[in-house]
């Protein structure tokens, strides 16, 4: 069994900062790409970043410039480094993880969310 978990999320200012956590625990060989989405309420969950095994990173758009995704592979952990936070990243943010569970099988997994309010 794996279990991912997020956690960092809260209420911030417009303009202030959040770094959000994620940690996969269990039967893990590694972890190939991480990511980060966001789900604004009554819209569809968004890509925000991902970061391969290797290191290269993807941002949408919208963040690229205020936000920095990094992992720690020997804790199975990625981070989300959110500054100069607006309003309209207010959403319940989930982290995913493509979990090698042996030498030939990967499986997806999500995080229950945590959610991010940006106050104006």
């Known amino acids: 069994q794996v279990q991912v978990v997020e956690s960092g999320g809260g209420l911030v200012q417009a303009g202030g900062s959040l770094r959000l956590s994620c940690v996969a625990s269990?039967?893990?060989?590694?972890?190939?790409?991480m990511a980060w989405y966001s789900q604004a309420p009554g819209k569809q969950r968004e890509l925000v970043a991902s970061?391969?095994?290797?290191?290269?990173?993807h941002y949408a758009d919208s963040v690229k410039g205020r936000f920095t995704i990094s992992r720690d592979n020997a804790k199975n952990t990625v981070y989300l480094q959110m500054n100069s936070l607006k309003p309209e990243d207010t959403g319940v943010y989930y982290c995913?993880?493509?979990?090698?569970?042996?030498?030939?099988?990967?499986?997806?997994?999500w995080g229950q969310g945590t959610q991010v309010t940006v106050s104006s």
């Open positions: 995913n993880q493509d979990v090698r569970i042996s030498n030939r099988v990967s499986r997806n997994y």
């Open positions: 269990g039967n893990i060989f590694g972890v190939n790409t």
């Open positions: 970061i391969t095994s290797g290191g290269r990173t």
